[in-house]
């Protein structure tokens, strides 16, 4: 704020100095020379000045919305910079002299501890997983248990209803069948949207943005495991194909080199994911989500020196808590 003022001081006391030189009454034309350099002194002052107190949306393209304000304040003498400073007032202290708000203090909500059965959708992982491989668990409750797992990333959701898909119980694996076949569904009715974006795409930005979502999208079906097969062989094709298109439009996109080096790995291509993490990292993508992946390469190579470095690292800069054990576990080897 101490900057802003000293713009608008300093815009202030050009404008006095070039309007004091008008009232001088000569005919001189260096003195109107002055008067314009004063004037286009206080103009150029005036112009950040009023930009800090636009609201963010019309703060851009800056640089034209900085012209703009200059021109104004040029081209309009007096009036220009007069009206530019009764609007920062207005616009900061206006609001001030209502005294009217549309808030209302309310009482923070009690927590209740809840007796009796347990909420399934609370369920700790490793409860739902016992529930539903336990067959004395009656069967109510092990649907219930299943239809949990909706609240539960893809991935570990996955594995689980893919467990669930060999039970006995024909309820059970129809159920946990149609959970899965929704999710990739789900998921290949956005890859068909995406693809008519591609198809439709005219300009360099569209195509890389289509060829990115893409890229996104068929790695989801490889990581949340709902693609098995000759189905997961082609979705991690086409995870090379976009994000090979998408990075030949914009090579500092660093979680697209992270795909494609989780893609490498699981192709056991350890020197090309090195490569592509380690161009992740230089493209600006924050090293603490690159590091497991970086220690899992280096367990591969078997430099366990190396794997506890980066697990120190990540003990640093935090991590989940399946991450923390791994974490600990290697930063007290």
Known sequence: MGTELKLALGALLAELAAMALLYLGSSDTNLLYQFFILHGMASAMAAPFVWAF?????????????????SICFFI???????????????????????????????????QMQHGPQRISH????????????????????????????????????????????D??????????????GKEKQINERIHVASQALKAAQDPQ?????????????????????????????ALEQVKKHSSKALAHHQADGGLWVIAGR???LERDFDGARTAFETAVKKQFPLARVEPYLAELAFQRRDFMAVRQHMKQIQKDGRSQQMALVADYWGKA
Request: proline share 6%; hydrophobic share 50%; net charge positive.
């Open 54 to 70: 636009l609201p963010a949306r019309y703060r851009q393209p800056r640089l034209a919305v900085l012209l703009l304000l200059f």
């Open 77 to 111: 003498p007096v009036l220009g910079l007069g009206g530019f400073f009764i609007g920062v007032i207005l616009s900061v202290w206006w609001p001030r002299l209502s005294d009217q708000t549309s808030f209302t203090e309310v009482q923070a909500p009690r927590f």
């Open 123 to 166: 369920l700790r992982m490793g409860q739902v997983r016992h529930q539903l491989s336990s067959i004395s668990v009656p069967l109510d409750l092990r649907m219930k248990a299943l239809l949990a797992l909706q609240d539960i990333p893809g991935r570990q959701a996955a594995e689980i209803m893919r467990d669930v898909m060999a």
């Open 168 to 181: 006995p119980s024909d309820d059970l694996r129809l159920l946990a069948f149609g959970m899965l076949d």
């Open 206 to 234: 569209a195509e890389y943005a289509a060829s990115k979502q893409l890229a996104e999208l068929y790695w989801e079906l490889v990581y949340q495991g709902l693609v098995q097969g000759d189905m997961r062989r082609y």
């Open 263 to 265: 893609m490498r790995i």
